[in-house]
């Protein structure tokens, strides 16, 4: 397959992802849809990197992964306190840093 | 056979990311994001990436979707309300995401890129593998790997932090227990009553 099938279906996996953040309300899904644009970036990064034939680009996306875990870590962390304070798990009524 | 293999592992990724917006329950979503990994980490392999495509099946579909799994068990599913402070959000969104995919894949197609229609060059046969990954991390990336690893450490406090029970009892009883000495002196009385196994940070 050509890389070109491949950075294409990434750029549809980060639209998927972007619709998902806009029309969903909970933060949980919202987390999910973030993971799936990170997983897109990192589709095109392996792409990119095979295009080239360099291994570089493969440390790129390992190194995107790490961050993709540290961002699961701490936004799980904030649902985990948005519940115990029984606040509503609702980014639409969580509104009170828009001004 | 390797036309196959691609589009059956997109139609997974794509199906699965699809699935991941559409389902209503929150632990659907989480079963679709695992099928959408593992769809990802075939195509890893199609790209001669076997290194990326193990983390990917170990670090992401192991431990951080076990992770999710545990919180949405914690904050159950829950109805979205119907509530729409945008009025037609429902609707203009999709189409921005289709104006999204349009614009990006002109940008990447419209490149005049030429290798971008191509296989790719031919690599040898230890492309990918983890001693290739491992001494560009170990030599050439010194530096952000040491920085990954760093942000690696403070996300794991900052979890803990977040969400331990105790800074939630700090600021319920700031006002009336102000002077009753500094929070880790009277941290066993507190934990005593709402522990009773004196599991810490729980």
């Not at chain 1, 875990?69 to 798990?89: N, S, T, Y």
């Not at chain 2, 450490?153 to 009892?169: D, M």
């Amino acid at each position: 397959m050509n890389i070109e099938w491949y950075v294409v279906l990434s750029s549809l996996l980060f639209a998927v992802g972007a619709v998902g953040i806009l029309i969903r309300r909970s933060p949980v899904v919202i987390l999910l849809c973030l993971e799936l644009m990170l997983n897109a970036g990192n589709l095109a990064l392996v792409a990119f990197s095979r295009m080239v034939g360099n291994q570089q680009g493969q440390v790129f996306a390992v190194v995107v992964m790490v961050v993709a875990a540290c961002e699961v870590v701490v936004g799980l962390g904030l649902i985990v306190a948005i519940f115990r304070r029984k606040l509503p798990l609702d980014v639409d009524e969580l509104r009170e840093l828009r001004g | 056979m390797e036309a196959v293999l691609f589009f059956l592992a997109a139609i997974g990724a794509l199906g699965g990311a699809i699935g991941v917006v559409a389902m209503r329950n929150p632990f659907y979503s989480v079963l679709a994001l695992i099928v959408h990994l593992f769809s990802l980490a075939v195509l890893f392999l199609l790209l001669s990436s076997a290194f990326v495509a193990a983390a990917q099946v170990v670090v992401y579909a192991g431990a951080v979707m076990v992770l999710y799994v545990f919180v949405v068990a914690y904050v159950g599913g829950g109805e979205e309300s119907a509530w729409e402070p945008i009025p037609g959000q429902q609707f203009l969104a999709p189409l921005l995401g289709v104006a999204l995919f349009i614009e990006l894949s002109v940008a990447v197609l419209a490149s005049s890129l030429i290798a971008l229609g191509q296989k790719g060059p031919d690599v040898k046969a230890g492309f990918g593998d983890p001693a290739g990954i491992g001494h560009l991390l170990l030599e050439k990336f010194l530096l952000p790997f040491e920085a990954s690893s760093i942000l690696l450490l403070l996300a794991a406090v900052g979890a803990i932090v977040l969400a331990s029970r105790r800074s939630e009892v700090a600021v319920e009883s700031a006002p009336g227990a102000a002077s009753a000495g500094t929070p880790r002196e009277r941290e066993p009385a507190e934990a005593a009553p709402g522990a009773p196994t004196g599991a810490p940070a729980r």
